[in-house]
């Protein structure tokens, strides 16, 4: 594969793509929401999560198989959360933490600590151990036979839930899980504490990429573009990387060929209300970002990973939340990244 670059400024890259790198249309989704996570084991993707309209999570599963470009409804989550964290580990997912809603009162945000393995080819959930820190938002990521599960949001320690719109504090939390043995161990806290991030494992090393600071919800938050590394051998946080080109958050990611690639998203502030289309790249090995075509439709909330030579984002919402306005995505765009 040939590929052409321009360096533009300092770390960040311009590159147009080879004829076998583009976006490609595929089977839209059955079940158009936002908020969704996605994952892929198997040779196939899995979606999860969903919320309804008054913050009500949908607990979907959905598997997508490439080879027959269909969908595939599953068993649903034994308990219908938002804002979960998933990661793949030899073969199963693995799910952590989230929101949902009050037994009883007015719409919030109650954080959770439960922990949760699904085998896909038995179609089947089972409760793990639950995390040391009840929270949503956090990012997980496989690093040899652990899980590092990463920031989040909480409430305040005098809350049990936030109405809504309300304020989280933001966490640089981070709590890893042996499969093995089903038990936690604390580890050392991230520096920039934060939700809505995302990340990914390259060459043994876990980078946390962009995200909010303050708030969970995005009317109290602000978006950081910032990036550091997490060592999960030693334990050891290596500072921030070279910084996102785009700040933003409610973005999806997945790793090809030692990269971490990055698209959609959203943003506010007092004059706009924003979801992004920004497909970016980060290279470790460089420490620079490449700044790819981007996505078909801008939006947020949306379900990612890698399957094969694709970059998979699904659904989604084309508004930045607290709108009142919900437009939800049917779409399934995928990068190919060429053989």
Same mark, same amino acid.
């Given at each position: 594969?040939?590929?052409?670059?321009?360096?533009?400024?300092?770390?960040?890259?311009?590159?147009?793509?080879?004829?076998?790198?583009?976006?490609?249309?595929?089977?839209?989704?059955?079940?158009?929401?936002?908020?969704?996570?996605?994952?892929?084991?198997?040779?196939?993707?899995?979606?999860?999560?969903?919320?309804?309209?008054?913050?009500?999570?949908?607990?979907?599963?959905?598997?997508?198989?490439?080879?027959?470009?269909?969908?595939?409804?599953?068993?649903?989550?034994?308990?219908?959360?938002?804002?979960?964290?998933?990661?793949?580990?030899?073969?199963?997912?693995?799910?952590?933490?989230?929101?949902?809603?009050?037994?009883?009162?007015?719409?919030?945000?109650?954080?959770?600590?439960?922990?949760?393995?699904?085998?896909?080819?038995?179609?089947?959930?089972?409760?793990?151990?639950?995390?040391?820190?009840?929270?949503?938002?956090?990012?997980?990521?496989?690093?040899?036979?652990?899980?590092?599960?990463?920031?989040?949001?909480?409430?305040?320690?005098?809350?049990?839930?936030?109405?809504?719109?309300?304020?989280?504090?933001?966490?640089?939390?981070? !709590?890893? /899980? +042996?499969? &093995?043995? *089903? @038990? $936690?161990?604390?580890?050392?806290? %991230? #520096?920039?504490? =934060?939700?809505?991030?995302?990340?990914?494992?390259?060459?043994?090393?876990?980078?946390?990429?962009?995200?909010?600071?303050?708030?969970?919800?995005?009317?109290?938050?602000?978006?950081?573009?910032?990036?550091?590394?997490?060592?999960?051998?030693?334990?050891?946080?290596?500072?921030?990387?070279?910084?996102?080109?785009?700040?933003?958050?409610?973005?999806?990611?997945?790793?090809?060929?030692?990269?971490?690639?990055?698209?959609?998203?959203?943003?506010?502030?007092?004059?706009?209300?924003?979801?992004?289309?920004?497909? !970016?790249? /980060? +290279?470790? &090995?460089? *420490? @620079? $970002?490449?700044?790819?075509?981007? %996505? #078909?439709?801008? =939006?947020?909330?949306?379900?990612?990973?890698?399957?094969?030579?694709?970059?998979?984002?699904?659904?989604?919402?084309?508004?930045?939340?607290?709108?009142?306005?919900?437009?939800?995505?049917?779409?399934?765009?995928?990068?190919?990244?060429?053989?």
């Amino acid at each position: 594969m040939k590929i052409f670059s321009f360096v533009l400024v300092g770390v960040f890259m311009f590159v147009p793509t080879a004829h076998a790198q583009k976006w490609v249309r595929l089977a839209e989704f059955p079940e158009p929401t936002e908020e969704l996570l996605g994952a892929s084991a198997g040779g196939k993707l899995y979606v999860f999560c969903g919320l309804a309209p008054g913050w009500k999570p949908m607990g979907l599963v959905y598997a997508y198989d490439p080879a027959t470009d269909t969908w595939t409804k599953k068993q649903p989550m034994l308990l219908a959360s938002h804002h979960v964290a998933f990661t793949e580990y030899r073969g199963k997912l693995y799910a952590f933490g989230g929101f949902v809603l009050p037994p009883s009162g007015p719409p919030a945000w109650v954080p959770i600590d439960n922990a949760w393995e699904y085998d896909p080819a038995a179609d089947s959930w089972k409760a793990l151990a639950p995390m040391p820190t009840r929270r949503g938002s956090p990012v997980a990521v496989t690093a040899g036979d652990r899980i590092d599960v990463i920031g989040g949001s909480t409430p305040g320690p005098k809350d049990t839930a936030v109405p809504l719109p309300g304020l989280h504090w933001s966490l640089g939390t981070v !709590e890893e /899980y +042996d499969p &093995a043995t *089903n @038990t $936690w161990r604390q580890r050392s806290a %991230m #520096p920039t504490p =934060r939700n809505h991030a995302t990340a990914g494992l390259v060459n043994g090393k876990i980078y946390v990429i962009g995200g909010r600071v303050g708030a969970a919800g995005m009317t109290a938050a602000s978006n950081t573009n910032v990036v550091e590394e997490y060592d999960p051998g030693s334990g050891a946080w290596g500072g921030v990387r070279a910084r996102m080109p785009t700040a933003r958050s409610a973005m999806a990611s997945g790793v090809y060929g030692g990269r971490i690639y990055v698209t959609g998203g959203e943003f506010q502030d007092s004059q706009m209300m924003a979801t992004f289309r920004a497909l !970016e790249a /980060y +290279d470790p &090995a460089s *420490n @620079t $970002w490449l700044i790819l075509p981007s %996505m #078909p439709v801008a =939006r947020h909330g949306l379900a990612g990973a890698v399957v094969g030579n694709r970059l998979h984002m699904v659904s989604g919402d084309v508004q930045s939340a607290g709108t009142g306005v919900h437009g939800h995505a049917p779409y399934h765009d995928a990068f190919e990244f060429g053989q």
